[in-house]
């Protein structure tokens, strides 16, 4: 699972170095630095990355970000992601599986769901691979999902934005009528905010034409949590 293995060697790197000058940290017990560094970039990590960049932050990355629970608590919120994101790396191998935090970001592009041109029309092939997805959110039910949708800078602003939002709202869609609950997601439209590669190249243009999962910790995950850490 290299994907998720480089993830969480940066952010873990990231980590050591603020933790060095944390006094605090030389006083935790190893059940409380296992929840941090174990977690895979989980509790202490999510914390220190989310009060960096800030809750309410753009696209999926934000999401993830702005769920932070921290402590133990999160170091077990964590240890459930890791094992989510295991599996949708094995069922989905050509998506990017980030584990972030206490939770999880899934880029899918092109490759992986494709639209009809200048339409919202899921084709047969990303039907196929949202189909991979359902047993893995059905085997977790307690996370919320935000879709995220993209476009490439091709075309007017408003109408990719417009286009983005429905592309999102058809992946939410087919999900729900899978039987994964509606209450579970939310989606949201980005257009050509936030391009992940150039949108000078066909090559760009493909990678930045893609959906995002912001895959995070419910309410009833973050309390079954505090009760396992003894909060």
Do not use: H, W
């Amino acid at each position: 699972m290299k994907k998720i293995s480089i993830i969480a060697l940066a952010l873990m790197m990231t980590a050591g170095t603020l933790f060095t000058s944390c006094e605090a940290v030389k006083n935790t017990n190893n059940t409380q630095r296992g929840a941090g560094i174990g977690a895979v970039g989980g509790a202490v990590i999510g914390g220190i990355l989310g009060n960096n960049l800030g809750k309410g932050g753009k696209g999926a990355l934000g999401a993830v970000l702005g769920g932070v629970v921290g402590g133990v608590a999160g170091g077990v919120i964590g240890n459930k992601m890791d094992k989510q994101a295991r599996q949708i790396d094995q069922v989905l191998p050509g998506a990017d599986v980030k584990r972030v935090g206490e939770g999880i970001q899934l880029v899918l592009n092109e490759n992986a769901v494709r639209f009809d041109t200048s339409k919202s029309t899921l084709t047969a092939g990303a039907k196929a691979n949202l189909d991979k997805l359902v047993a893995v959110f059905q085997e977790y039910p307690d996370t919320d999902i935000t879709i995220f949708g993209y476009t490439d800078s091709t075309g007017k602003a408003d109408y990719n934005l417009k286009l983005s939002g429905e592309r999102a709202a058809s992946v939410r869609s087919y999900l729900v009528a899978k039987g994964i609950a509606s209450s579970r997601f939310k989606v949201t439209g980005m257009g050509i905010a936030d391009p992940i590669a150039s949108n000078e190249t066909v090559e760009g243009r493909s990678q930045n034409r893609r959906v995002e999962f912001a895959i995070t910790a419910n309410a009833k995950m973050q309390e079954d949590a505090k009760k396992e850490a003894g909060n």
